[in-house]
């Protein structure tokens, strides 16, 4: 391995410990446990149910397009995976704890932040007033995975990116017909 990747993976392993340490503290783990048990996909399907409720066609068009970037985000999230193979955090280092439990084994890429970016760059297409509920939900999401021990960095950037690739690309596969 190259002297300037294992700096890189040093500082990422580093980072990690730092993150987890806050939740040492009760009611940052609170929150952010919370806040991950919402994004294991509870708030998306309460937004679902909603948007098909309230949002009239508007909103059944919306949570149609939710549901089938979540289809699509799921399938190249478990290949993904299953591909990487790479270990946890917490797994890779006895210091940092894992605040909740893991959905599954591996850390790469994280699914809660793919899922939450791209079903908030959906709904935000269509619902921008909703800017003021998703953006801090999703952020939050995103550093839940890393201060609860259960990703690095680098895994929850990837889904970052790749959860707005597929967002985007629902966008535009299935543009709103209002």
Do not use: Q
Not at 88 to 109: H, K, M, N, Q, T
Not at 152 to 162: E, F, G, H, Q, R
């Amino acid at each position: 391995m190259l002297a300037s990747s294992r700096r890189t993976l040093h500082r990422e392993h580093a980072w990690c410990l730092r993150a987890n340490r806050i939740c040492a503290h009760l009611w940052p783990r609170r929150y952010f446990s919370a806040i991950s048990r919402l994004g294991d996909g509870v708030f998306w399907y309460a937004l679902m149910i909603a948007l098909l409720l309230f949002g009239a066609h508007k909103g059944l068009a919306t949570a149609s397009r939710m549901f089938l970037t979540g289809i699509a985000t799921l399938t190249l999230y478990k290949l993904l995976k299953r591909c990487t193979r790479r270990p946890r955090p917490f797994a890779a280092d006895r210091r940092i704890r894992a605040w909740v439990p893991p959905l599954d084994e591996y850390s790469f890429p994280s699914g809660h932040t793919m899922h939450a970016v791209s079903f908030s760059v959906v709904a935000l297409a269509h619902h921008p007033w909703l800017a003021l509920l998703l953006v801090p939900f999703t952020v939050s999401v995103a550093i839940s995975r890393v201060v609860l021990g259960l990703h690095y960095p680098s895994d929850v950037l990837a889904a970052t990116l790749i959860g707005a690739g597929l967002g985007l690309l629902s966008c535009l596969l299935f543009p709103a017909p209002f």
